[in-house]
């Protein structure tokens, strides 16, 4: 398995308070992406980061930000959580070799109240 | 805009063959994958197609490709019950610059004994 580590696993938290999530990789993969997963929507891409500094938004940005200071941690964050943001986020990781293949973290679950 | 749709469900007998189809709009597609999630797990790569391919095979699983029909399957021989999960197909068309993909929704799959 990639060495693709995510905390917290589990969270919850209220309306309005800000949540940073971590991903951690050990594969020293260039390319780091955040996805948010719900029920009928399959996975969805939030943000993605191509270097250290360097990101950019996916479909789905509005509320979230990014950080990645170290190629090894890609940070995402809820400036101030909302009811809608209740989800499962997943990291990714990609080598940027033509196949494109990405492999995944466990997951973190984060619930809105 | 890029699409990928997957049927929500599919429920075979253990030793029966499962066939797990998909399709997608972007013709620009360069690589396929099919990814398998086990409950509250990530998401496993199990395997990918290059687009100029028909046809892949590794050891249970196959891949077949029409291209003209934009049309994906997945099939597992000799389905276990251990092989019960969801099961997602993603394409790499069009955001070749994030080395991005597209998910379809998913489609779970439950075996029964």
């Known amino acids: 398995d990639a060495g693709i580590t995510q905390s917290p696993r589990h969270k919850v938290t209220e309306t309005g308070t800000p949540v940073t999530l971590r991903c951690h990789q050990t594969e020293n993969h260039r390319y780091m992406y955040w996805y948010r997963q719900d029920p009928g929507h399959g996975l969805r891409l939030i943000h993605y980061?191509?270097?250290?500094?360097?990101?950019d938004k996916g479909e789905v940005s509005d509320g979230y930000s990014v950080s990645r200071s170290k190629t090894e941690d890609f940070l995402l964050t809820l400036e101030s959580a909302t009811s809608s943001q209740t989800s499962v986020y997943f990291c990714?990781?990609?080598?940027?070799?033509?196949?494109?293949?990405?492999?995944f973290g466990p997951g973190t679950r984060l619930t809105v109240t | 805009g890029e699409d990928v749709e997957q049927s929500l469900f599919l429920s075979v007998r253990e030793g029966d063959s499962s066939v797990i189809n998909c399709t997608y709009t972007d013709s620009s597609s360069t690589y396929l994958y099919w990814y398998k999630q086990e409950p509250g797990a990530g998401l496993q790569l199990l395997t990918y197609i290059f687009s100029n391919m028909d046809m892949k095979q590794d050891q249970r699983l196959t891949v077949l490709l029409n291209k003209k029909d934009k049309h994906l399957s997945l099939r597992i021989a000799d389905t276990q019950t251990g092989d019960s999960a969801i099961y997602f197909c993603a394409e790499s068309g069009a955001y070749t610059g994030r080395r991005a993909l597209t998910f379809g929704s998913g489609t779970r799959l439950q075996v029964q004994p």
């Open positions: 990714a990781i990609s080598e940027g070799t033509d196949s494109y293949e990405q492999y």
């Open positions: 980061s191509y270097g250290v500094k360097d990101t």
